[in-house]
């Protein structure tokens, strides 16, 4: 599957933003998607990450309550609100595909996508 994302961008502390990460190929619906993020000097972080149904979902501790994580198999789409931006959000957004493994280790993914930038000014 082939991954890429969308929707990053300049936002003013506590505004909001939607990133995409459009599939291609074979099977999306099989995946376990997830959203990563990597700001300058740090190691790429786990955010959120959905099964495979959209039943089920996870987040960090740092985005719980403020981000939410869906995706629609039909489009072949998946998705990550971010509202309550605060500046420590500031990072290049990943997503990213596995068929199974730890939800929050990016190990587990064999798919990425090329990332998008957000960058949340105080």
């Known amino acids: 599957v082939q991954l890429q994302a969308s929707g990053g961008g300049l936002v003013q502390a506590g505004g909001s933003l939607r990133l995409s990460c459009a599939a291609s190929?074979?099977?999306?619906?099989?995946?376990?998607m997830g959203w990563f993020r990597q700001a300058p000097g740090r190691e790429r972080d786990f955010v959120a990450a959905?099964?495979?149904?959209?039943?089920?979902?996870y987040y960090s501790d740092s985005v719980k309550g403020r981000f939410t994580i869906s995706r629609d198999n039909a489009k072949n789409t998946m998705y990550l609100q971010m509202n309550s931006l605060k500046p420590e959000d500031t990072a290049v957004y990943y997503c990213?595909?596995?068929?199974?493994?730890?939800?929050?280790?990016?190990?587990?993914?064999?798919?990425w996508g090329q990332g998008t930038e957000v960058t949340v000014s105080s």
């Open positions: 990213a595909g596995q068929l199974g493994g730890r939800y929050d280790v990016a190990r587990s993914y064999g798919y």
């Open positions: 190929g074979r099977a999306f619906s099989s995946y376990t």
């Open positions: 959905i099964s495979w149904t959209g039943g089920v979902t």
